[in-house]
């Protein structure tokens, strides 16, 4: 066998041994792809599709689905955009970043201004279990408000529907339900808060310097005005009233104090107008009859 062959077969068997050992190691090299590819889990979220404000309700226009590696995505992130339902945004979400359930949460969240709609104002009236009706109103629930005003010694007192249908934003500080029924002695309501107009705010604080207030609760298939609200009077600063009703709640509002009588003009000092002269009388000369022992002063 000459040098050549030799040459040659030595060739050949390296030649296969490097593929040999090449495809060995390509196939390693893929299996690792492949094996860290299955380690890899993608997860849903949820990104702003637009700059979304404080405060500002979450709505399905506002988020954009998509998936990410587990490992890249923050621990609280939403992945549906389902979950944001009736949610507002906390904090001011930027466009494209990931809606967390620390950037979002109900309104209750945020405190009672949130619940306010334009044009209302909060009071808050001081309440006991009785006028709370045992304590069973909760806030979100709607209730008449009733003032009792004392007529005077002897007369019975007389109560009033001032407001119809006030919405219930808090019982104390507590702005969401406790439950359908809450137990009798959990958390005894001193104050409730009211969603109401100016004008019923006004006419809300008066009462409430001047009557004792009751609440009423209301059905939630009783449509709102489905009775008027009724005019307040007060026997100790007059019964006269304007007659002008508040444009919110049809209500007359009273007087704080009753109108003065309207001024007398002087008369006029004119003199009296002359009697006149009357003519003299001139008397009768008396005469004087004696009938029998009858004695007659009598005039012709």
Known sequence: MNTRRITLIVAV??????????LRYLNGVNQQATTQQ??????????????????????????TK???????????????????????????????ATITATKVGQPAELGITVRLKPGMR?????????????????????VDVMASVSKGPGIPPRTYTIIRGAVVLAINSQLEQSGA????????????????????????????L?????????SPQEPVRSLPAEALEFADL??????????ATGTVLPPLYPAPAPAVPAAANVPPPAMPAKAPVLSAPAVTVIDGDKVITGGV
Do not use: F, Y
């Open 13 to 22: 068997v390296l030649a296969v041994g490097t593929g040999l050992l090449l």
């Open 38 to 63: 299955a380690a890899v889990v993608l997860k849903p979220i949820i990104l702003a599709s637009r700059t979304i404000a404080k405060g500002e309700k979450i709505a399905p226009d506002m988020l």
């Open 66 to 96: 998509t998936q990410r590696p587990a490992n890249e995505v923050e621990p609280d992130a939403l992945g549906d955009p389902s979950q944001t339902k009736g949610d507002i945004a906390i904090i001011t979400i930027p466009l494209g």
């Open 122 to 142: 909060a009071v808050s009236i001081p309440v006991d279990r009785v006028k709370s009706v045992s304590n069973l109103v909760q806030p979100g629930d709607h």
């Open 181 to 208: 029924t809450p137990p009798p002695d959990s958390g005894a309501a001193a104050t409730v808060t009211l969603g109401v107009s100016p004008q019923q705010a006004d006419l809300l604080t008066v009462a409430d």
């Open 210 to 218: 001047n009557t004792t207030l009751r609440l009423a609760l209301r």
């Open 238 to 247: 007059g019964s006269a009233q304007s007659d002008k009703p508040s444009a």
